[in-house]
């Protein structure tokens, strides 16, 4: 899971042969990579930075441990 600190990404997925579809953009505040939590631990869409961006990485372990403590 990611936190974006600043900075913004285009959240896209590839859609036909040679297009692409846009989902979102995530920016100072936004999450990225939250919608592969489950028990496939897939995420079908990719990021691309749009600008200079700072990204906090949370691992499964520790984002799991705070569910289960807050």
Do not use: Q
């Amino acid at each position: 899971m990611y936190f974006v600190f600043s900075g913004t990404a285009k959240i896209h997925k590839k859609w036909g042969d040679n297009k692409e579809i846009i989902i979102r953009f995530a920016a100072n505040g936004g999450i990225m990579g939250h919608r592969g939590l489950g028990s496939k631990m897939v995420y079908t869409v990719s990021s691309t930075a749009r600008e200079p961006l700072v990204v906090c990485f949370f691992g499964m372990d520790f984002f799991a441990a705070s569910l289960k403590t807050n």
